[in-house]
């Protein structure tokens, strides 16, 4: 069963909020149902960052690593929803992840009520290849703190995923999605310095054996639920779920010995 929109789903937006100078131009928004962080058609990282954070919450969410709800939205345009340095959002379907209490950065690190997430959420952006997270070192970009997410779990927190508009292919670019790179691409993702001391090889392996778990129906369920208005081509498409299945068996392989032989060091 697909998780976009089925214990979450505003049928409209009541008014803006705030709006954000991220790549999306995301704007957190009021609905019926609460607040949401809104990602729509005419942001500057295209359509492919909308299927991006679809396909990559729905596979989120299979993994068992914790997400906030989220679900498509229709926007009518009868409420503006402007770009903080431009002109509206387009009308259509947008991506809406709904508000939830927390806060970004390592400091959650310390309180940690699922460390076992560690290990799962370094497999996942792996797997997804979200260099927004914590690209691997030949990259070269900082770690992003604001896409370390903590929720609150009475007095620990709890590690969330959420914020994956540059998973698969950071270019936002369709074509991107044939390269042959994405299927032999052995770096490791989302490996934060802080989380050396918490990678554990029953996790690692847990998480790996689940990755085998993956099978056609499920991804091809996922990929045919990206709205047809998100432009996304039928031969993108398979690419993509194949690009979704080859890496789930590749990084089943390599990633627990890199992981496992010496946490921390050598990546």
Known sequence: MLYC??????????????TFQTSTRVALVATNVGNGF?????????????????????????????????AVINLSGEI?????????????????SK???????AAGISKISNPADVSRLIVFDTWVRNADR??????????????LFFTRSASKFQLTALD??????ESGVE?????????TDDEVYGYFPEFADLVDSGAVMDAAGKLRQIVPATVHE????????????????ASWADVILARARAVADYLPPKLLVNPGLGL
Not at 134 to 147: I, R, S, T, V
Not at 222 to 237: E, F, K, L, V, Y
Request: hydrophobic share 45%; proline share 12%; with cysteine.
């Open 38 to 70: 809104l990602k729509g058609m005419g942001n500057p990282a295209g359509n492919m960052s909308l299927a991006a954070e679809l396909v990559a919450g729905e596979l989120a969410h299979w993994f068992g690593l914790p997400i906030p709800p989220f």
């Open 5 to 18: 929109g089925a214990n979450w789903q505003p049928n409209g937006v009541k008014r803006v909020i705030e």
């Open 175 to 183: 074509d991107s999605l044939s390269d042959p790179y994405l299927l």
């Open 134 to 147: 914590c690209a691997p070192e030949p990259f070269g970009y900082p770690p992003n703190y604001d896409n």
């Open 80 to 96: 503006e929803i402007p770009m903080i340095d431009g002109g509206p959002l387009l009308a259509g379907p947008a991506f809406i």
């Open 222 to 237: 996922i990929i045919a639920s990206i709205p047809a208005a998100w432009a996304i081509s039928d031969s993108a498409r």
């Open 164 to 169: 994956h508009s540059q998973a698969f292919v």
């Open 99 to 105: 508000e939830v209490d927390g806060f970004s950065g």
